[in-house]
């Protein structure tokens, strides 16, 4: 799988997330502005190469390379939810069926400013981290432990036998400011269209919503999850329920 | 411009929208399960006609046009600064250059869902109402004046001459929820990679700025919208700053 840009190997580098090869131009280095990056990259031991432009833009589908072209290998390294063991004031998220990969990937990127320690996402019929998630969390993606699980009720479950306190967002629900959101905590938001699967409500400890003006219905889901995780951090941020 | 479903024409029916011509398939029609909208839109006045369903789709350009395509004509309706005269407690929101129409569709959506009064956009270098920002607004884009100005900087001064608070998202800021969003304010979000132009920026009585976790430097602009929309939401709902 092929990523590319200058933001999104610093990132790479910040979180020393291990991938294949990175390839960089050989014009650009030759103008010396990749200098710098190519030294960092060489000091950590990450595999690298210099290649023409032309062919680091069949690479990135996009001449908007930025002459950095990185293979991060057949998949992303997903984790399992053994990663939060031990972990105290858990602040997690699920995604049940999100679709479109830059509403994943704008999540992705408010969670990690959030302070939300993992994000969970089904391992069917949903978006995987694709190209686009990455490019669209900007980077973001490689600070936060993406797990995949197999049944999401079964994982909800589990986290409630670990004292998390797992919350739906549903037009049903109680309003978003209205949440004591310290402790450990679990947010579920929904698939574009359906919100979130009834099966999977039914696990949730309790629902909340987003109070609207207008007759509006929802919001888009990236939106929704900005203003609720950002409440949620606040209150996290300075220990009370505001 | 043709946009197409059923839910946006709800909307236009909702608001009245005055549009050229709404296109409904034959097909379906026969089946009847346009039958209560077609009549909606006779009663109203509208102009309409049936079509074959393979018309619609080179209308539409998908075949996800739920056998309803409107024209609405050359160009959206947009509205000028007179249209604020004389409300109280103004809520207004300004885009400063948007580019992407999936971000201006979502503001436009979450703004209706926050109460916004009006949203001032950019004659030039903006991206403008096309079919992909009314559809990402989700029809939502027909309940609020969408004003077109020449120059965001007279329009700013304008704005506190009629005792409006400007304050423009930036990173430099105030944390948002510092701030009393009560009375007449109006938010100035910026364009996706350069925020606020420095000159717009300069016109802005205060800046605000949502703090973040992991050094992350921005959020998706229309997350940040949100975030920000609806903690002012919050006060003005509640009389209090909170």
Redesign the interface.
Known sequence: MYIYGKNILKEIIETRYPVKHIFFSSSKTERGSLKEIVEDVANLGYSYSFSPNEVLEKMALTSKHQGIVIDIGNDFKYENLDIIEGKEKLFLVILDQIQDP?NFG?IV??S????VDAIIIPKDNAVEVTPVVIK?S?G?IF?IPIIKVTNLSNTIETLKKKNVWVYGADVEGKPY?EIDWQGNICLVFGNEGNGIRKNVKNHCDELVS?????N?E???V??????IL?EA??QR?FNKQ?
Do not use: D
Request: no cysteine.
């Open positions: 830059h704008a990127r408010t990690v400013a959030a302070g669209v900007s973001q600070k400011y987003i109070p609207m003006f207008n509006v929802s919001l888009n990236s939106v929704s999850a900005g203003i950002f951090k606040k941020t505001l």
